[in-house]
């Protein structure tokens, strides 16, 4: 049984070392998303955000990297170039929970 707090020290934990960068990059637990306009901003986005972890003792997972994607799913979301798609199960949470 872990301590129930965890989620919400480690979510600040992250919001204190990435604060800096929300023109750019969102953190949700252990999901980072990092968007940017320019291919050129995003290599230094990535870069500055990284130097930022490593700085801070955070550890990525090269499993779960995904570099240079113009779409993404991200809580519940697709992403894709300036669009938000809800997913399917989302979209059918709602039908039956929403007046």
Known sequence: MGYKN????????????????????MVYIDDILIFSKTQEDHLEHLKVVAQKLKDNGVVLS???????????????????KGRVILQPHVLEFLEKHVP
């Open 6 to 25: 965890t989620p919400s020290i480690f979510q600040r934990r992250k919001d204190n070392i990435l604060g800096e960068f929300s023109d750019f990059c």
């Open 62 to 80: 090269k499993k779960k990297l995904e570099l240079n994607r113009t779409n993404i799913s991200f809580l519940g979301v697709e992403l894709e």
